[in-house]
């Protein structure tokens, strides 16, 4: 009896040693999380399209050769995502333009033809907001809408007036696709359907990287677009004339926190006027259109410009603006990457070990409240469905859903919102998983151990949790797994991750750049699947297999 008795609590203890010890394993990447550095770099932003991540980078790149420490979140949304990140300090820095400034951020509602503010004006009004407007990088990039040159020509059409002069038939029958920011901006959609009365369908909502080709396919009609993208001349599009000039400029600035470190903001200055709108193309071409990865671009751009004489506004493109229907003409253009040379560049090691830290960090989490959830919500029936209701309830909210209400609650981006997304997400199988573990415990087995003079808490330890721990491991093993898909919605809120490519991939429409993020990801759900099934078998299998020869 007490050979049998002694020999049950080791093999438990044993088991939930290992597996502690292997859950530490995998949260040994939180030691690489942002907090955990000694010095604050700064943090550059960008938005989730070609230009702004281009931008996004040679700012980096600039601050770093001149020794300054600086991060660059990629990709990182709207306007109002990237606003709340200055303002909360989650960013320092990220490329913006005047007129987005004026019309969304101070909701001026100026008349079409009004003069933009000059950036004294701009610096004044936003100075309530701890916000500034440095270094003008010397173009426009205005918001246009655009449609196949064929189609406008047939229509007749050259301007917005022209689309507002089209047959209600006609105006009809054009299905416009519009990036969801460009509906949503005081300065976008609404003004021009105010401005040119224009009666035509409700827009579908695409990315920007997807609307092109979606517009080349016939699935679209017309798309708002950049003066400055590449794709324009590639897929032979029409840019429509804002002949009224309702939309407002764009110069593109750097918007930066008030408290932005002066020795960076000097650093900076260096690439004031640097950029002329056919320098611009350029760039947004050799992304989208030799598939060079924006780090490269940005270095390339710089590397040039070191070289040009000072004070020359313009210089530094390492290409000449598309010639023909976007295409490079420079024989010496280097070839589009392969697939397996996108999954192994060097950020892998980098967005491999933040996506661990998502998984890791959220799946503890859930292990350290999820298990006693569901061990109250045996215990007590009431409270368990209450307990089972609620934690079922979060799964039903959207991701990117989720992402922006805990922004919004928590004042920031990045790491931490993603942590608790994450976290919120694994709480339903481990605590069903736990709940139903303990409930198919058989009734005697509890009872002959309280007889046996074992306390709640020991029957809880040495009994129930040890004959409930394949099921409970199994919704560990699910939870994490689920994560490790849902981590990369991460790269949204500028968490980073493996996600980070696929975002980078739907900015300039793609595939090789998404699958580079993608095919990671499934492997690494496929390794941590592994993982578990290794670890239930022996956590729980090796007891079992020694029990008979104990007595």
């Not at 002069?165 to 105010?194: C, N, S």
């Not at 739907?506 to 993982?531: E, H, K, S, W, Y």
Request: overall charge positive; glycine content about 10%; some cysteine.
């Amino acid at each position: 009896m007490n050979s049998r008795g002694s020999s049950r609590p080791r093999s438990s203890l044993r088991g939930w040693w290992v597996a502690g010890c292997w859950l530490a394993v995998l949260a040994l990447p939180l030691a690489g999380l942002p907090g955990a550095r000694a010095a604050d770099p700064v943090i550059v932003g960008s938005k989730r399209f070609t230009e702004s991540y281009i931008l996004g980078e040679i700012v980096r790149l600039t601050l770093q050769r001149a020794g300054v420490a600086a991060e660059h979140r990629v990709g990182l949304g709207n306007t109002a995502i990237l606003e709340q990140a200055l303002r909360s300090g989650a960013v320092d820095i990220y490329p913006e333009y005047t007129g987005t400034i004026e019309r969304e951020l101070l909701g001026r509602a100026a008349a079409p033809g009004d003069p933009p503010w000059p950036l004294g004006e701009l610096n004044q009004r936003l100075a309530g907001r701890q916000l500034q407007v440095a270094v003008p990088l010397g173009f426009s990039n205005s918001y246009a809408i655009a449609m196949r040159e064929a189609e406008a020509t047939r229509l007749g059409v050259a301007s917005l007036s022209d689309l507002a002069r089209m047959p209600a038939p006609d105006a009809l029958r054009l299905r416009p696709g519009l990036t969801h920011e460009f509906r949503a901006r005081a300065d976008g959609w609404a003004l021009i359907q105010r401005q040119y009365r224009l009666a035509m369908r409700d827009p579908v909502g695409l990315d920007h990287g997807l609307a092109y080709q979606a517009l080349a396919q016939g699935q679209v009609d017309l798309i708002d677009a950049y003066t400055t993208d590449a794709q324009l001349a590639r897929f032979r599009l029409r840019v429509l004339q804002d002949d009224r000039g309702v939309l407002p400029r764009y110069d593109a600035v750097l918007l930066r926190r008030a408290s932005f470190p002066p020795a960076a903001g000097a650093v900076l200055q260096a690439l004031e006027g640097r950029l002329d709108a056919r320098t611009m193309t350029a760039l947004n071409a050799e992304v989208e259109v030799q598939g060079r990865s924006f780090t490269d671009v940005a270095r390339g751009f710089l590397d040039a410009a070191a070289r040009a004489p000072s004070g020359v506004e313009g210089q530094g493109a390492p290409v000449s603006a598309p010639p023909d229907a976007g295409a490079p003409s420079a024989p010496s253009a280097a070839p589009r990457p392969s697939l397996l040379d996108r999954i192994v560049e060097p950020d892998l090691s980098r967005l491999l070990l933040q996506h661990l830290a998502l998984v890791s960090g959220s799946l503890l989490l859930a292990i350290g409240l999820g298990v006693p959830l569901g061990i109250a919500a045996c215990r007590h029936p009431r409270l368990g469905a209450v307990v089972l209701a609620a934690v079922g309830l979060v799964q039903t909210i959207p991701s990117l859903a989720l992402l922006a209400f805990l922004i919004a609650g928590l004042g920031t981006i990045g790491f931490l919102p993603a942590l608790v997304a994450l976290f919120l997400y694994a709480l339903l199988p481990v605590v069903r998983n736990t709940h139903a573990g303990l409930e198919g415990v058989p009734a005697g087995l509890p009872q002959a151990a309280r007889a046996l003079g074992l306390g709640e808490a020991q029957v809880l330890r040495f009994v129930e949790l040890p004959l409930a721990l394949p099921t409970l491991l199994a919704g560990v093993s699910t939870a994490a797994v689920i994560n490790v898909g849902t981590a990369t919605v991460a790269a949204f809120v500028g968490a980073g991750g493996l996600g980070e490519r696929i975002v980078a991939g739907l900015a300039v429409n793609d595939t090789d750049r998404m699958l580079a993020g993608a095919i990671p990801a499934a492997v690494l759900a496929l390794v941590v699947q592994g993982f578990f099934a290794l670890l239930r078998r022996f956590v729980v299998r090796a007891p079992a297999t020694r029990a008979p020869r104990e007595p």
